[in-house]
T-cell receptor, first 114, second 112 residues
Framework: GAVVSQHPSWVICKSGTSVKIECRSL??????MFWYRQFPKQSLMLMAT?????????EQGVEKDKFLINHASLTLSTLTVTSAHPEDSSFYIC??????????FGPGTRLTVL | KQEVTQIPAALSVPEGENLVLNCSFT??????LQWFRQDPGKGLTSLLL?????REQTSGRLNASLDKSSGRSTLYIAASQPGDSATYLC???????????FGKGTLLTVNP
C-alpha cells in the first residue's frame, strides 16, 4: 500500500522559533497533500491543501503567514510553523492523494512549544 | 457546513464481542465515507472506504455500511480482539475537492 512518512515524529522548541515538518510520499507521486492538526481528544481539522507547484489553499481561520506550506515536488510537502507559541502545540498530520479516491496519512508529528 | 458525529465517544467491551460504531453526518451530499483507525500518538490507518453509490464494504472482520439518505454509517467489528483497541474515526469527503471532514472518534477498548 501507499506509504507516507513525516519527519520529525516529535519536536520540542522554544517559543518564538520556527519549526519545519516534512511530509513525503515514499512509493507514489502525490498530486495533492493535506495538512491537519489534532488537539487531544478532538477530531482532525484540515488546515490547508497543497498542490505541487502552486500555492496552498488555507482553510478559514488558518493564518497563512504563520503556517507556511511548500509543495515543491510530487513527493514532498513541508509545513513551517513560524514564531511558534505554546498554543501551537499540537499533533500535525499530513496526508497525500495518489490520483485516486483515497488519502494516505502520515504517522504524525507531535509539536511541543515551551 | 458538514458536521460529523460519532457515537459513542468511548466503548469498552470484553474480548470476543461483536460491536457497532456509529457515524452520522449532516449533509447527505457526500462523495464517499472512510473509516480509519488511530492508535495513541500515531497517524491514521485506512480501514474501509465506501463510495456514495455503495451500501457497504467488508474487510475481514470489519463491515461498514452507508445510508446516505439518512446521513448514517456504521462500522461493525466481529469477534473483537484486544488488538482492536484504538480510536476509530469516520470521515466524509464533501466533493471533488478531496477535503475530508472528520468526527471526533470512538475510543474502543477490548478487554482480554
Amino acid at each position: 500500500g501507499a506509504v507516507v512518512s513525516q519527519h520529525p515524529s516529535w519536536v520540542i522548541c522554544k517559543s518564538g522559533t520556527s519549526v519545519k515538518i516534512e511530509c513525503r510520499s515514499l512509493d507514489f507521486q502525490a498530486t495533492t497533500m493535506f495538512w491537519y492538526r489534532q488537539f487531544p481528544k478532538q477530531s482532525l481539522m484540515l488546515m490547508a491543501t497543497s498542490n505541487e507547484g502552486s500555492k496552498a489553499t488555507y482553510e478559514q481561520g488558518v493564518e497563512k503567514d504563520k503556517f507556511l506550506i511548500n509543495h515543491a515536488s510530487l513527493t514532498l510537502s513541508t509545513l513551517t510553523v513560524t514564531s511558534a507559541h505554546p498554543e501551537d502545540s499540537s499533533f500535525y498530520i499530513c496526508s497525500a492523494r495518489d490520483g485516486r479516491d483515497e488519502q494516505f496519512f502520515g504517522p504524525g508529528t507531535r509539536l511541543t512549544v515551551l | 457546513k458538514q458536521e460529523v458525529t460519532q457515537i459513542p465517544a468511548a466503548l469498552s467491551v470484553p474480548e470476543g464481542e461483536n460491536l457497532v460504531l456509529n457515524c452520522s453526518f449532516t449533509d447527505s451530499a457526500i462523495y464517499n465515507l472512510q473509516w480509519f483507525r488511530q492508535d495513541p500518538g500515531k497517524g491514521l490507518t485506512s480501514l474501509l472506504l465506501i463510495q456514495s453509490s455503495q451500501r457497504e464494504q467488508t474487510s475481514g472482520r470489519l463491515n461498514a455500511s452507508l445510508d446516505k439518505s439518512s446521513g448514517r454509517s456504521t462500522l461493525y467489528i466481529a469477534a473483537s480482539q484486544p488488538g482492536d483497541s484504538a480510536t476509530y474515526l469516520c470521515a466524509v469527503r464533501r466533493g471533488s475537492n478531496y477535503k475530508l471532514t472528520f468526527g471526533k472518534g470512538t475510543l474502543l477498548t477490548v478487554n482480554p
